[in-house]
């Protein structure tokens, strides 16, 4: 079973930026078609911050132009590159990947988690 390891959260000033990283038992590519990076705000639902289509390498964002999503798949490791980080970005953010697809990767049902990791926005 795939298993998401998270890192790379921390306190860091608005406007800084921060990059994350989550880590897979396995490859992602060959046998997942959609990654994603959610973030679930204090009291507030958790939400998608950014996803992929593994194949075509397709890209969605809801903040589109701060955020990056990225793999490496020699080292089956997701990556999610946050610049000019506001304060309404803090939460803790979680990475996913499910072997459902569809165009809107961010629609379908993402069975693998991580634990997440604390993102702090704050001066």
């Known amino acids: 079973q795939l298993q998401l390891v998270e890192s790379g959260g921390g306190l860091v000033q608005p406007g800084g930026s921060l990059r994350l990283s989550c880590a897979a038992s396995e490859a992602f590519i060959l046998d997942y078609r959609a990654i994603a990076w959610f973030r679930q705000a204090p009291g507030k639902e958790r939400e998608g911050v950014s996803c992929m289509l593994s194949h075509s390498g397709r890209t969605l964002y809801t903040d589109s132009g701060r955020f990056t999503i990225s793999v490496d798949s020699n080292e089956n490791t997701m990556y999610l590159q946050m610049n000019n980080l506001k304060p309404e970005d803090t939460g803790v953010y979680y990475c996913?990947?499910?072997?459902?697809?569809?165009?809107?990767?961010?629609?379908?049902?993402?069975?693998?988690w991580g634990q997440g990791t604390q993102v702090t926005v704050s001066s």
């Open positions: 996913a990947a499910t072997k459902y697809y569809a165009d809107n990767c961010f629609s379908l049902p993402y069975d693998f």
